[in-house]
Structures are given as C-alpha cells and as structure tokens.
C-alpha cells in the first residue's frame, strides 16, 4: 500500500529520533518492501535502504492514513503515504544501510523459510559448511543459514520432526536436516496463511508432560545468546545436555 509513495518520515521514540532516521527517509519514494524471515528491507529512491529486524518484540502494522491512535507506547517509526501509512513498534534493530552494505548484509542472510518455494538445497548448502559439532538447535537458529526461524518456531518444529535441538550436527543425516527444514517451512507457512501461531507442546512447558509420550518436557541454554531450548528427551533423537531440567 506504500510502495510507489513519497513518505513522511517520523520517529516518535526518543532512542529512535536520536538516529536521524526520519531526515534521511523523509520525503523520498519507497520503491520496494522485501521481507527475509524476521529482517525487512525498504528501499527508498536514490539507494537508500532501510533495514528493520522485529527480533521477539517488534511489529509492523500497514493501516489507513490518519488514523489518531498510535497504539501503546510511542511508535520507533512512522512511514505516511498519500492514502496508508506503516507503523513500527519495538523496533530494536533499525538502521539506513549503503549499497556496499546492503549487498555485504544481503550476502551473509541464508535462504528465507518462507519463500515460495524454499530454496531448501541452499540452506543444505550452508549447513554442509557450518561447524559440524554444532547443535542442531543453535544451527537452524543461524540466520546466515536459514532466515526466519525464531526460537518458539524452533521448539516446536523439532518436536514436530521428533529431533533434539541438542543433536550435533555431524550426528544429523541430511535426510534429517531437510526433513526439519521442510517441516519448519510448512508449519511457519501454515500459521502465516491461517493468521496464528502452532499449538505449543514444548516451548515454555518445561516440567509439564509431553503430548506425545508424558515424559516431562526440559529445557536448558544453548549457543552463544544462551537462547532456552525447550524438548522432550524421550521422543527427539539427540544427546541431553547433563544439566538440563
């Protein structure tokens, strides 16, 4: 609804007008939206580009113009066009990219989840280059790998594809990696058509029973960020991490 306007740029929130953001976009025409799993990429005429990620919190809305309200909180950005406009909240993750850094930015993502179709041989691709003593878990969680898959979507989808989050990788056959792939894009693709999210059967249910076996669900830290995996030791083939509960 944007696309093809002349914008008026403004950024309500105080940590947000300190970037300048808004001068920079202000009274340019938005030529392209592109969305690569949680990343967006708006390019505006003369090469500029903007990047937003939503990470846990962030949210895009596209509404009528005009509109009084401005939700809860102040806005990160507000994009007015002739007749919409779109609004972020919570946007962590948000800055004007070069063209040199674009293409260095667009370079290191991997493959979008969600396209149609997935390119799932390049995110093999990748995967074949990745550490192969890595988890599983924290290797799908990549975004250089595979662009999209958020940590709830990660918990679910190996329960799912009945694979640990803490199998190495070396230990994953390929036929395995692409059947959580393949099982990620269709679960995602699913909620996205249907306008909501999985039924959650691990994530955030440590202690509880497992839907499928009883046995109680555990949780622990995993990667560098320390990001909590969520998954039924008896059900999902992997080796437990031994401080697990």
Partial sequence: MLVGDTVEAETPHPRARATRIAEQLDGRRLESVEALGKN?????????VLHSHLRMTGRWAVRPRGRADLGAGSPWLVLRGSRAEGVLWNGPTLRVLGPLETLRFLHRLGPDILASPPAFDAMLE???GADSSRFLGETLLDQSIVAGIGNMWLAEVLWDARQSPWRRLVAAPEADRRLALETAARMMRAALDGGRGPR????????RPCPRCS???????????????????????GDDPPASY
Wanted: charged residues 30%.
């Fill in 215 to 237: 046995t109680p669900i555990r949780s622990f830290g995993q990667g560098d960020d320390n990001r909590t995996a969520y998954w039924c030791p008896a059900c999902q083939v």
């Fill in 200 to 207: 959650r059967h691990v994530y955030r249910r440590s202690g």
């Fill in 40 to 48: 967006l990429i708006l390019r505006f005429e003369d090469g500029i």
């Fill in 126 to 128: 990748r995967m074949r």
